[in-house]
């Protein structure tokens, strides 16, 4: 059989301290320099490659769990953020309540000023007659000499009295 040169790897656990290691051959040859640094290079290469590898996940993980926080984050945000906006909205809609009821009082203010001046005349000409009517029949009553009329029509008198006081 020919000679054939097995490509004998060892993985290194790389968790810990740096060491170099020296792996004797089978041949016996002696290698050049060359090749001992090529080696040493194959070997860094493999154990950056494998730390590369353990450095993903722990990478993912990283991610998934600010990810995790961020929507955490986002949750509490988007909460937070509602409550303000269902507060500015219940503010507004307050304001806009009270704007409603300072126009209907206005509106309100303007029909009484409106109505006052003409009620006012209007129940102060009735209550002129109605003392007028009591009076005259008051006068007779007296000239009858009905003391039950004169009773009423003085009753009269003063209930008018009382309403122009009023």
């Given amino acids: 059989m020919p000679d054939v040169e097995e490509n004998k790897t060892v993985d290194i656990d790389t968790s810990g301290p740096g060491a170099e290691i020296e792996l004797e051959n089978e041949s016996k040859e002696t290698e050049s320099p060359e ?31 600010l990810e995790q926080y961020s929507d955490s984050v986002q949750r509490r945000i988007a909460k937070l953020t509602h409550k303000w906006r269902e507060a500015e909205r219940q503010a507004e809609e307050a304001a806009d309540f009270a704007k409603a009821q300072i126009k209907l009082k206005e509106v309100a203010e303007a029909k009484v000023s409106k109505l006052e001046p003409g009620f006012l005349k209007s129940t102060e000409d009735s209550i002129k007659s109605g003392i007028e009517a009591a009076k005259a029949q008051l006068a007779k009553a007296r000239e009858a000499g009905d003391i039950n009329a004169e009773v009423e029509a003085q009753a009269l008198i003063s209930e008018y009295g009382y309403k122009h006081a009023k």
């Fill in 35 to 65: 090749v001992e640094t090529s080696t040493e290079e194959t070997t860094e290469t493999k154990v950056e490659a494998t730390e590369e590898k353990k450095e993903e996940p722990a990478k993912e993980e990283k991610e998934k769990e």
